[in-house]
C-alpha cells in the first residue's frame, strides 16, 4: 500500500539506546517536510549507542517501523539512520589543489575535497562524514562558495567524521536484516542539529548536546560549519541506574521515580516532599526524600556537564562558543537541568525541541525526537545533492538554502 511514491516520502530511522523510531516525512514541491508517521519501540539490542544485539535490535526496528508504516500509509523501503557510540572520532583536516581552468569549477571543489579526505585513519576505522567549512583561493580565506572564482591555488577546510567499520556494519546488518535499504549513515548529533539550531546559533558559535539514554553527543558549531564532535558514554541509563543503586530499588522503579519526581536542581524541590520508593525482593516499599533523589540526580548530571566543559576545553572550543549551549535529547528534558547546565557551563543554555517540520508537530515537538526529526532533514537535504556532502552547517548547504530563501521557499 503506497500513498505516494518513495522518491516523495523520506524515512528517519533512529536506533537510540532507549527507543527506535521510524519517522516518516512527506516532502512537498516546495521542499516543506511533513511528518506523516511516527513509530516507537523500546531498544532492546543497543548499549551506549551501539549494537550488542543483532536479534533484538532487528526485532525493535521491524515493530518501530511497523507501525510508522500503518500512521504513513506507505511502505517503508528505504532510511536515514543514525550512528553513534564512543567509537565516533573527528578532526579537522586540509586540502590543496591547482584550479584547471583559470577559473574555480564545481569539479575543483570536489577534487580538493578529495584532497583534504585522503589523511591516513585507523583501520579499522571508515568515514562517515567529510564536511566543507570553508575554502581558500590563491591565499584568500573565508570563502564560502568558490566557485566561479578567479585563481590558480584552491584550498579546502573540512570536518571529517569517522566511526568503528564495524559498528557501522553491525546497524546496517539490523536495518538489511529488515529488508530496508540504508539510504545513509549519519552522524546522530550532525541529525539532531538539523533540527533544533538557529542559524544565527551556528553562526557565533553553538555547542549541541545531545543527551539521550546510552550517550551524550557533542556538536560544536561556529562560523556556520561544524567544527568538532564527540561522544560521551554518558546518559540518561546512568542517572537511573544512580537512583536505583541509592535507593536500592528496581531499574524500572527507579526509571519511573526518575521521571515522575526527578529534579537535577535540589533548591527547586521542598524539604517536606516524600516518595514511595518499592524495595528489591519481598521487602516492603519505603518513603524516601525526594530532596536526596534531587541530589542523586544533580551529582550524575554535574559529572556529565563537566566532562562536556573539559571536552570543550580540550578541543579549544570553549572560549568560541559564544552562543552558549543547547541541550536536546529525552535526558534533557529533566527539571533543573538547564539551570544547572547554566551553573556549570558559565554561559546561556536551552532547550532544542525540533523544529523545521509540519504534521504531528505536537508529537513531534519533544526533545526525544530531535534526531529522527534531523535525519528527516538530512534526507531532504540528501535528496537534493546526492552526490555532495550536503551538509548543513557546509558551505553548500547554506548557498542552497540562502538561495531557497530568495525564492521564499524555505
Ligand atoms: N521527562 C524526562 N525527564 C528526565 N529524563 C527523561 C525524561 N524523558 C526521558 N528521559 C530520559 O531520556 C533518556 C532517553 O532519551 P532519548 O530517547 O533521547 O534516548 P535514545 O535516543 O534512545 O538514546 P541514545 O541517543 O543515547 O542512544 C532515558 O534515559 C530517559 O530516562
Ligand atoms: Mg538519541
Not at 122 to 141: N, S, W
Amino acid at each position: 500500500m503506497a500513498k505516494k511514491s518513495a522518491k516523495e516520502l523520506i524515512v528517519g530511522l533512529d536506533i537510540g539506546t532507549s527507543k527506535v523510531v521510524a519517522m516518516v516525512g512527506d516532502l512537498a514541491a516546495d521542499g516543506r517536510l511533513e511528518v506523516i508517521g511516527l513509530g516507537q519501540h523500546a531498544s532492546r539490542g543497543m548499549s551506549r549507542g551501539v549494537v550488542v544485539n543483532i536479534e533484538e535490535t532487528i526485532k525493535s526496528i521491524r515493530r518501530a517501523v511497523e507501525e510508522a508504516e500503518l500512521m504513513a500509509g506507505c511502505r517503508i523501503q528505504s532510511v536515514f539512520a543514525g550512528i553513534s557510540g564512543s567509537h565516533i572520532k573527528s578532526s579537522n583536516s586540509q586540502g590543496v589543489v591547482g584550479v584547471r581552468s583559470k577559473e574555480v569549477t564545481g569539479a575543483d571543489v570536489d577534487r580538493v575535497i578529495e584532497a583534504a579526505r585522503a589523511i591516513a585513519i585507523p583501520a579499522d576505522q571508515t568515514v562517515l562524514h567529510v564536511v566543507p567549512q570553508e575554502f581558500a583561493v590563491d591565499g584568500q580565506e573565508g570563502i564560502l562558495e568558490p566557485v566561479g572564482m578567479a585563481g590558480v591555488r584552491l584550498e579546502a577546510r573540512v570536518h571529517m567524521v569517522t566511526c568503528s567499520a564495524s559498528a557501522a556494519q553491525n546497524i546496517r546488518r539490523c536495518i538489511e536484516g529488515c529488508g530496508l535499504h540504508v539510504d545513509k549513515l549519519i552522524l546522530e548529533p550532525l541529525a539532531s542539529s538539523y533540527a533544533v539550531l538557529q542559524p544565527d546559533e551556528r553562526d557565533l558559535g553553538i555547542c549541541l548536546v545531545d543527551m539521550g539514554g546510552g550517550t551524550s553527543d557533542i556538536a560544536v558549531f561556529k562560523g556556520g560549519s561544524i567544527r568538532h564532535t564527540s561522544v560521551l558514554p554518558i546518559a540518561g541509563a546512568q542517572v537511573t541506574n544512580d537512583i536505583a543503586m541509592a535507593f536500592r530499588t528496581p531499574p524500572q522503579s527507579a526509571e519511573e521515580i526518575k521521571l515522575k519526581y526527578g529534579c537535577a536542581l535540589p533548591q527547586l524541590v521542598r524539604t517536606d516532599e516524600h516518595i514511595e520508593v518499592p524495595s528489591v525482593g519481598d521487602r516492603p516499599p519505603r518513603r524516601l526524600s525526594r530532596l536526596t533523589l534531587a541530589e542523586v540526580i544533580k551529582a550524575r548530571y554535574e559529572e556529565l556537564f563537566r566532562f562536556i566543559r573539559k571536552e570543550l576545553h580540550r578541543s579549544d572550543f570553549y572560549d568560541t562558543v559564544a552562543g552558549g549551549v543547547v541541550l536536546t535529547g529525552g535526558s534533557a528534558k529533566m527539571e533543573g537541568v538547564i539551570e544547572l547546565a547554566e551553573e556549570v557551563f558559565e554561559m546561556p543554555v536551552r532547550l532544542g525541541v525540533p523544529q523545521n517540520v509540519s504534521g504531528l508537530t505536537e508529537v513531534a515537538r519533544n526533545p526525544i525526537y530531535s534526531t529522527a526529526v534531523g535525519l528527516l532533514l538530512y534526507g531532504r537535504q540528501h535528496q537534493a545533492h546526492p552526490n555532495a556532502e550536503a551538509e548543513q552547517g557546509s558551505v553548500r548547504y547554506w548557498v542552497d538554502r540562502i538561495g531557497s530563501w530568495f525564492k521564499g521557499n524555505f
